[in-house]
């Protein structure tokens, strides 16, 4: 027999197992001590609102038999070594869930990678921190795990209508993460972990019979009879399937020129670009933990979101903090050498004295008249110069210009910053000299809304840093609403972040599995009867 009780903890209360387990059972008026009795946390959120931070808990009382869910172990994948195969470009969240739901359902699934394999892929981000020198196939954004293996492992979504969220999280728990992910309102994994479990589910593709090929670029695509065949890789080896998944990612702006070349039907779409805001984590906890000091052992490092609507020349558009990193870092994350791109990222143990978030701007196309001539690839280009210019803003290096925040909205370049997290270091500048003046005015704005909403957050002890640019892809691939085919071109099948249907890991993924049971069923329909 199992039984579900909801309770309010204190953090000491909810994070101790032996104190929460001994509560858990007085709340049920079980005895403590009581045999063949089982209690375990489903679901667990931190309300921070209140002057008291208080932990609401879903716990699962269990009596004479096993809890729900435990023992989650690897799904047993069919052998499909000499199945018929499909071709999945990019091996990110999106491409590495397609690979596996496309074994799945007995289908061969040849999995291509420009960049390196998650572990040969450390040098190359070492490279960037230590020499600010940029891989443009191996990077922050580029290989295997896509951009999200070293960035911050953030398991949230709200796109509940895309996929089954826990069948997500549970094979992420198969392939090595732990079961908090299953409990937490905002589960993590943390960069530390995630190469692992990256790694781990590479080997459940070759071990069930499927290709995942490393340092393999693709430079075209094999078109027969409006029909998507296959691509051609930069050694010019061609690779055939029964239909192409295309999960690139929001930065490979080649594979767009190559879609827009090929006269492929793309769309520019909006999408957001402002900077990455530095705080002590200290701060944070402060300001949202009610606490004079330290936020104690039981607490996490604590986050925030936030938006504010702002008006310029008579226009609105959104501000927001996005990939909010608590205890974590600021990363490079350029995909070519004269550029500066700057994401975060947190480990799993979120121990770091900083905090930092993305604070972007939406960015419709109207907001770009001048880069009307570049068609779809407008807000692409105009992503590209913002960030050649913070590029030269910083001494042409991976050096990313920075402003105190307090001296951004007083129009004031900085005399020196602050320590930061951000390895290839910094340089002081005028922030707005580097943001077009309809971003930076609404940043400005912005701000000092922030300010009202979280006493401390506007202070000279915090740092903006740019550019914060790929929050998304400026680029949409269109695909059929109900299908997930391309409206046009047969068998291409626009997948995830850089096709404009994802935005993060969960998603990603779970569009992944989407697509590849929508390509199977149309095309090799006799196996996706089978599951």
């Known amino acids: 027999m199992r039984k579900e009780i909801n309770l309010t903890l204190r953090p000491e209360e909810a994070f101790q197992p032996e104190v929460f387990e001994s509560l858990v059972l007085r709340r049920a008026n079980v005895p403590l001590g009581a045999s063949h009795v089982s209690v375990r ?4 959120s931190i309300d921070a609102r209140g002057r008291q931070v208080k932990v609401n808990i879903t716990a699962e009382i269990c009596f004479d038999e096993s809890p729900t869910g435990t023992g989650i172990h690897k799904f047993p994948y069919p052998d499909v070594s000499a199945a018929e195969q499909i071709v999945i470009v990019g091996a990110g969240p999106a491409g590495l869930f397609a690979a596996l739901r496309a074994i799945e359902l007995g289908v061969k699934p040849i999995l291509i990678e420009r960049g390196q394999d998650v572990r040969a892929r450390r040098r190359d981000l070492a490279a960037i921190n230590k020499d600010h020198i940029v891989n443009p196939e191996s990077n922050y ?38 079961e908090d992910i299953l409990v937490d309102a905002h589960p993590h994994i943390g960069t530390n972990k995630l190469p692992k479990l990256v790694a781990e589910l590479r080997e459940s593709i ?40 295309l999960a690139t990612g929001h930065s490979a702006r080649d594979i767009f020129h190559l879609l827009h070349q090929k006269e492929i039907l793309i769309e520019a779409k909006p999408f957001a670009l402002g900077v990455r805001i530095e705080h002590a984590q200290h701060l944070i906890d402060k300001i949202q933990y009610h606490c004079q000091s330290d936020r104690g052992p039981f607490l996490p490092a604590s986050s925030y979101s936030l938006v504010q609507q702002t008006i310029y020349k008579g226009i609105q558009r959104g501000v927001f903090s996005f990939c909010m990193c608590p205890g974590g870092f600021i990363v490079p994350a350029a995909t070519s050498q004269e550029e500066v791109v700057v994401n975060g990222m947190s480990p799993s143990r979120r121990d770091s004295r900083f905090a930092n978030s993305g604070m972007v701007v939406a960015v419709e196309l109207e907001d770009l008249p001048g880069y009307q001539s570049y068609g ?11 960030e050649h210019k913070a590029w030269e803003a910083g001494g042409k290096s991976q050096v990313a210009p920075a402003q105190r925040m307090l ?7 900085s005399e020196n910053l602050l320590e930061t997290s951000y ?12 943001l077009p003046e309809f971003i930076s005015s609404r940043l400005k704005e912005a701000f000092r809304s922030f300010g009202k ?27 059929d609403r109900e299908t997930f085919e391309h409206p046009e071109l047969k068998r291409l099948y626009p997948c995830g972040e850089g ?32 599951k």
């Open 453 to 479: 909403k979280m006493n401390g957050y506007l202070t000279n002890d915090a740092q903006i840093i740019g550019v914060e640019s790929r929050t998304s892809s400026p680029v949409r691939v269109p695909r």
């Open 376 to 386: 779809p690839l407008a807000a692409m280009m105009f992503q590209s110069d913002i």
């Open 41 to 44: 946390p489903l679901k667990r």
């Open 206 to 245: 070759l071990q069930a019979g499927g290709e995942v090929l490393f340092n393999t670029k693709v430079v075209d695509f094999i078109i027969e009879h409006d029909h998507l065949v296959g691509v051609v890789t930069q050694s010019g080896e061609k690779i055939k399937g029964h239909g192409v998944i």
């Open 423 to 434: 390895q290839p270091g910094l340089k002081s500048v005028d922030m707005h000299s580097v």
């Open 407 to 413: 001296d951004f909205v007083n129009h004031k370049v």
């Open 141 to 178: 954004c580029f290989g295997e795990g896509g951009a999200g293996t070293y960035s911050d492992g953030k398991l949230y979504t709200r796109s509940k209508k895309r996929g089954d969220i826990r069948r997500i999280m549970e094979n992420l728990v198969a392939h090595g993460a732990t």
């Open 499 to 530: 096709a404009g249907y994802a935005g993060g890991i969960v998603s990603a993924a779970m569009d992944g599995e989407r697509c590849a049971e929508m390509l199977i069923a149309k095309y090799l329909p006799a196996r996706s009867e089978l």
